[in-house]
């Protein structure tokens, strides 16, 4: 495996010294002694975790929308998840917040740009620093990651909220800077480990929707993140032959690896299968975000008899097999004869 | 931009307003007084102890003319802090109502017309809450100063939709019901027919709605409704085409009756002085055959919502080259969808149009 050190060794390795070295390093000293034992993220896994009844889905009349634009949900003490208000952009994707001993992983954003719009940066901060109250952990400990799934602006447009934030490091947005960042050099095949101190994140490549795109599993929920690629919605699949050989590999690595949830992130279905069409702003009864790798194994054997670009339903997605420019779901209603 | 001898841009101002008006700074080339004068009562009215008669009489259009923006949401609709219902006033006896696009996204128009004996609601919106969207509040407010300035103590309402079954403008009707002195024109289509006096004709003839010397025209447009109908206002000389005839993607939900319409209001403008067609929505943007998807609720590029009549000729065209095909086909100021779904896209893209990405705000 080839990667960066950055990836392999805890940030409390790199050693710094300053003119005033006994100064810092009784300061550094102190803040030793009161930094508690690390969290084991190792032990008794799968870690217990919940997804919420209902997530913030938008509502009939945008302008009076009350939610606040990020839903915050802790799937347990160490994972949060976040939810772009539907009222904010139609995109309103999830974004998993992974917590280890060194460093917080944030993987995706929403399509809203500015914070003064949405204040993302805040929100991220506030989740920091709750989980360092209850953890009794000093914020400025941590680094901050700030990737996303795949290079689509409804997962980026907010990365610059992050350009001044001490101890943060987001990704580029071209395909060369998203793999250096995880310093893949044999993509989609290789699989990199991710350290969060203590908490392992796997990471590899899974083209198919766009070529630029990552699928995540988090060793310690065990929490499969598919990105736009499989989702509860409307699977766009611009290249088919890629996006298979993605899903093949979803499959093998569910065949080798416990997997509690596989999570997209977006929902644009209802609970009994409806669609919920491009760009809608409200949708009272979306389906849950998570799925289950029976799910995910009945769409690849679905999608082995599908031979020709068009819209099918799994049971679970649509996969638009090539259709994303021409075709949708939806049919006029007033057609009459 | 026609200029006349004496009249240089270069000393007199040139235009920097979209509607291109030729004569920013007015035409001196044209007399003092017009005739329009006569269609002026707010004033002139000040001390009358009874009601004033106002003159819908006039040679032409009568004055009038829409200068102001159409508010075009906000790119976090929650944010937005626009008025729920942008309400621009054409002249004294006609009124636009535009609902916030933040509110609901397909962001209809609503007209207001007033004559001597009452006064015609066209069309009732996309929302039912009047929290969100108070359209009742709004009319009965624009009423009561109207009747204030003409000296009436009742002005009889008429509510007429385009299409009674458009879930995009019959929504605002609840919050009509039971209002004093207001007809809704009722919606079954059978019903409707015979309200108009078109039982027996429909889709032909034409029935009439007569606000006191300001007689509306009710024409049948089945097309891309069932119960389609278009409406023409002798006194601004406006067409009201709903979803027949507007500025975005026309959905077709039959195309022979949709060439009908067509032809019918081809036929009517013939013989009817036309100066602008108005439809219920506006979808496309100021740059050519580009529109804005469903459910957009930021849409800072639109197109006017005035269609020059001279439009209904490629319309009717373009109406009958789709006529039995399920197709796309795009055009500068609108676009035909006929059997396909509404978000249909097209990879051809029309020869005779400048193909120009317009930037896509965050």
Known sequence: MDRRTFLKSPAAAAAVTFSGAALMGIADAAAAAVRPAPIDFKANLPASGGFPEKWICGSPSCMDNKDPPVHVHWYNAHTAILRQNKAYSYEAPFAPLYFGNDRVLLLDEGFVQLRNDWDLRGVVDECINDWCRRNNRDPASLELLVAFSHLHADHFAATNQFADRPNTRYMGLTHEEMLGFWGMTNFPEQVVSLDLGGREVLIWGSPGHVISEFAYYDTYTQILFTGDMFYRGRCYISFWQPWFDSMKRLIDFCDTHPVTHVMGCHVEISKDGQDYAYGMTYQPDEAPVQMTVQQLRDAFAYAKTITKPGIYFTGTVFLCNQTRGTTTIDQYPYRYD | ?362
């Open chain 2, 1 to 362: 931009m026609p200029t006349r001898a004496t009249y240089s841009p270069v000393l007199s101002g040139n235009s920097m307003s979209v509607t291109g008006s030729a004569y920013p700074n007015g035409n001196p080339d044209l007399p003092y007084n017009l005739p329009g004068v006569r269609n002026t009562d707010s004033v002139v009215a000040l001390h009358r102890s009874t009601p004033v008669i106002h003159d819908y009489g006039c040679d032409g259009p009568a004055p009038g003319r829409f200068v102001m923006r159409w508010i075009y949401g906000s790119n976090v609709a929650a944010r937005n802090r626009d008025p729920r219902i942008q309400v621009v006033q054409y002249n004294e006896d006609t009124f636009v109502l535009r609902q916030n696009v933040c509110v609901h996204w397909e962001a209809p128009f609503t007209y207001l017309l007033f004559g001597n004996a009452g006064a015609l609601l066209i069309d009732a919106g996309a929302t039912a809450d009047a929290r969100h969207y108070p359209l009742r509040e709004t009319v009965d407010a624009i009423i009561t100063r109207w009747s204030q300035a003409r000296g009436r103590r009742k002005v009889p309402l008429t509510v007429a939709l385009t299409s009674g079954e458009d879930v995009a403008q019959n929504q605002g009707l609840v919050q009509l019901a039971g209002r004093a002195d207001t007809v809704i024109v009722p919606r079954p289509l059978e019903v409707m027919k015979r309200f108009y006096g078109l039982g027996a004709t429909w889709p032909s003839g034409r029935g009439k709605i007569d606000l006191g010397d300001r007689v509306i025209a009710v024409i049948p447009t089945p097309g891309t409704h069932k119960d389609g109908v278009s409406f023409y206002d002798p006194y601004c000389d406006f067409l009201f085409t709903g979803d027949l005839i507007f500025p975005g993607k026309i959905n077709i939900g039959n195309d022979r009756d949709f060439v009908a319409s067509l032809e019918r209001i081809k036929a009517f403008i013939v013989d009817h002085p036309v100066k602008s067609i108005l439809g219920g929505h506006i979808e496309m943007m100021f740059v050519p055959g580009r529109y804005y998807p469903r459910f957009a609720t930021y849409k800072p590029y639109e197109r006017l919502l005035e269609i020059d009549p001279a439009l209904i000729d490629e319309l009717l065209e373009y109406a009958r080259a789709v006529q039995g095909k399920d197709t796309m086909l795009i055009r500068r100021d609108f676009v035909l969808l006929n059997g396909v779904s509404p978000d249909q896209r097209t990879p051809d893209w029309p020869s005779d149009l400048p193909n120009i990405t317009p930037p896509r705000p965050f």
